[in-house]
């Protein structure tokens, strides 16, 4: 039996699927941005992120009419309630990109601390983590959700292992504290990226399975 | 007679739906007949004490029926037969000693229809006590008021319980047929599609009484319609052609249900 209700689930799923392209867009935006110290691109990409804001209060509109009408259940409610908080944090990847972009403009007023190596390598692992998400959350993928998941400490090492090296400088001339700070900024706003791929895959472990794994590490 | 192949049922195991006491009904390998006709296929179920547990599913599909052996009612149906255990406090529902009245007793019913006598309020609640030889009025005074107030009606007929019970609304005499089940202090009660002739403020009036119900009482309610399942009870079986497919407390079965027929079922894809 064909259901209108699956007409509004499928231009829902679409809706997080723009939103999603467009979140992945800002991390590769602001990277560039940093990367190619091209302060432009960094004000465009803090522009866009309006885009994103739209869509995320767009989709909570929608879920809350979804839920209101259709009093959906089982794995309709699931992918309703899981789509919101997809939404949430494709938003903050978003917000995050645009932090990147404030530290990168502030950056490129100064001279390159240091050749970026690690922190392409981080964007590059949490961009593929979020593409990977979002992949699971389409094909109802929860091994790749899983994949996800333990993805995450990867970047967490690559952090610290910056930390480390951004200490070093830092102690070794107090000149380099104030675009060490900066960097630092932004590996931590990467890491955080890399979580919020992290909560995704973790709500589509509950969409496919029923299963709640987030805190539990499973 | 019907073949088909035989379909275990996902149930969650006794300890997860009946924590602590015993059940208050539980039914192993039931069968139903209609003569030749197979109506309900090895049932199997625990009813836990003091919650309202609803029955959902297609029309057809055995839901009523099964409501219908807890009290014996199909007794009445000429070719009806039972088979396998079905207890009610460990005590076998169908065994040569049951006097089926006291079983009826103990074993309260509401129809889709509601149907007061033609008599006055009062008189439909004191039925029941009168039939058992209450006498005395102010006893049965008590037992009205009792009753009425635990079918939420109380306020709204106790100053006109002698008007007759035809001159109340549908909902009304809806709660006054639960008042008259109440009078005569049963352990379960049994509805069956009880709110389905009424609109949505009777409905909800219903609703909420279920929420107090189950604190004197065990209620077993079949409904078409599932919102109202998930409002108000606390474990759900999903029947389809007659065979229990899915018995789970009500969260699990309209989030995370283990079959893919209730799950068709309760998201509305069936068909």
């Given amino acids: ?218 | 007679m019907l073949r088909r192949p035989t379909i275990n049922a996902v149930v969650a195991q006794p300890a997860q739906l009946a924590p602590g006491p015993a059940p208050k009904i539980a039914l192993n390998d039931v069968n139903f007949f209609y003569g030749a006709s197979q109506a309900l296929f090895k049932v199997n179920l625990q009813i836990p004490a003091n919650q309202v547990t609803a029955f959902i599913g297609p029309s057809g599909c055995g839901k009523s029926t099964l409501l219908r052996c807890l009290n014996r009612l199909n007794d009445l149906i000429e070719g009806a037969r039972v088979e396998g255990k079905l207890l009610l406090d460990g005590m076998d529902m169908y065994g040569p000693h049951v006097d089926v009245t006291d079983l009826r007793k103990r074993v309260g019913m509401v129809f889709q229809k509601s149907n007061p006598f033609p008599k006055p309020i009062y008189d439909n609640v004191a039925y029941g006590p009168r039939l058992q030889g209450a006498r005395d009025r102010s006893a049965l005074d008590a037992i009205v008021e009792e009753s009425l107030k635990g079918a939420g009606l109380w306020e709204e007929v106790k100053d006109r319980l002698h008007a007759s019970a035809l001159s109340l609304s549908g909902g009304q005499q809806q709660r006054l047929c639960i008042a008259r089940a109440l009078a005569v202090k049963p352990d379960i009660l049994l509805m069956d599609e009880p709110c389905s002739a009424l609109d949505p403020i009777a409905t909800a009036k219903i609703e909420e009484l279920l929420f107090d119900l189950k604190k004197e009482l065990t209620v077993i309610i079949v409904t078409h319609n599932m919102q109202q399942a998930a409002r108000v009870s606390d474990h759900t079986g999903f029947f389809l052609m007659g065979e229990l497919v899915e018995f789970s407390d009500t969260k699990t079965i309209f989030t995370t249900p283990k079959d893919r027929r209730t799950e068709d079922y309760v998201t509305g894809r069936f068909g």
């Fill in chain 1, 1 to 218: 039996m064909h259901r209108h209700f699956d007409d509004e689930l499928q231009s829902l799923k679409e809706q997080i699927l723009r939103m999603g392209g467009l979140a992945e867009e800002q991390v590769q935006g602001a990277l560039r941005a940093l990367v190619e110290r091209d302060s432009d691109l960094a004000r465009k990409i803090i522009e866009n992120d309006r885009q994103v804001n739209t869509l995320d209060v767009a989709i909570d509109e929608d879920c809350l009419r979804l839920l209101a009408l259709q009093q959906p259940t089982a794995r309709d409610l699931r992918f309703i309630t899981t789509a919101m908080k997809i939404s949430t944090e494709l938003e903050r990847i978003s917000d995050l990109s645009e932090n990147i972009c404030e530290r990168a403009i502030e950056l490129n007023e100064e001279p390159q601390l240091k050749p970026y190596i690690d922190i392409p390598r981080m964007a590059n692992w949490a961009l593929k983590m979020v593409k990977d998400a979002l992949d699971a959350f389409v094909n109802h993928d929860a091994e790749l959700a899983r994949k996800v998941c333990r993805d995450d400490d990867f970047v967490d090492d690559l952090t610290h292992q910056l930390f480390r090296e951004l200490m070093s400088f830092m102690v070794e001339n107090p000149q380099t504290i104030t675009r060490a700070i900066r960097i630092t900024f932004i590996a931590k706003y990467l890491e955080r990226i890399a979580d919020h791929a992290t909560n995704v895959a973790e709500l589509v472990v509950y969409l496919v399975e029923g299963k709640i794994i987030r805190h539990t590490h499973g």
